[in-house]
């Protein structure tokens, strides 16, 4: 069974710049996650989707950043403008969704660094 | 709010020996319990999860962790350490049902040979 993908894995732009990620959960998995993780930290919550809708979007900094699930299947995070804070390694999860185990997926993630 | 905390950024340990990697946590109700391991350059790995029923969970690669409730710990185990467990592990809590988990700030384990 493949695992969780994302591309790019790693990615540096210039401070004001866009980016964006691109995530494909494990075939089947109804709720995807995405997380950011900064040094020396767990990750962080920032959206949560079962299926196409966005059930909790209430740490993601909306002025910035936004996400999309259209089909219910792969998802994009993006972020514009991008600022230096934003530096930090953002992963993807997936689980099969309610009603079954809790525990998550992760993909390799991808690097972020904006100089 | 919950939250956990793994009180040691590190833990040194030689191979062959047993390992406790700790984790603490404080939420509202009934806690589910998860333990991850992040090897560099990869994503987290699911290891073992708490929900219910006996106290012990076994998980992969030979680990395990008990639910204290009195305690609010769920630490990690393993009764003899292989250098390659060396990574870094995550413990992290939600509530019963929630498909939200606060994860804490990681544990770097070290084996040494």
């Known amino acids: 069974e493949a695992g969780v993908v994302q591309s790019p894995r790693y990615k540096i732009i210039e401070k004001k710049q866009p980016v964006a990620f691109w995530c494909n959960p494990i075939?089947?998995?109804?709720?995807l996650y995405w997380y950011r993780q900064n040094l020396g930290q767990g990750p962080e919550l920032l959206i949560r989707y079962e299926n196409e809708e966005a059930v909790d979007d209430s740490q993601l900094p909306k002025d910035r950043f936004s996400a999309e699930r259209l089909k219910g299947v792969d998802s994009t995070l993006k972020i514009q403008p991008a600022e230096l804070g934003d530096s930090a390694v953002y992963l993807c999860?997936?689980?099969?969704?309610?009603?079954?185990?809790?525990?998550?997926?992760f993909g390799p993630g991808t690097r972020l660094t904006v100089t | 709010a919950q939250s956990v905390a793994q009180p040691e950024d590190q833990v040194n340990v030689a191979e062959g020996n047993p390992l406790t990697v700790k984790c603490t946590y404080s939420?509202?109700?009934?806690?589910?319990l998860f333990w991850y391991v992040q090897y560099p350059n990869r994503g987290l790995q699911f290891l073992l999860k708490?929900?219910?029923?006996?106290?012990l969970v076994k998980g992969s690669y030979g680990f395990e962790a008990e639910f204290n409730k009195s305690q609010t710990s769920f630490h990690l185990k393993k009764p003899s350490a292989l250098v390659s467990d060396s990574a870094l592990y995550f413990c992290?809590?939600?509530?019963?049902?929630?498909?939200?988990?606060?994860f804490g700030r990681g544990t770097s384990l070290i084996v040494h040979p």
């Open positions: 939420v509202s109700g009934n806690p589910y």
């Open positions: 708490y929900i219910t029923g006996d106290n």
């Open positions: 075939s089947g998995h109804n709720t």
């Open positions: 999860a997936s689980s099969p969704g309610p009603g079954t185990s809790y525990e998550q997926y």
């Open positions: 992290a809590v939600s509530s019963a049902g929630s498909y939200i988990p606060t």
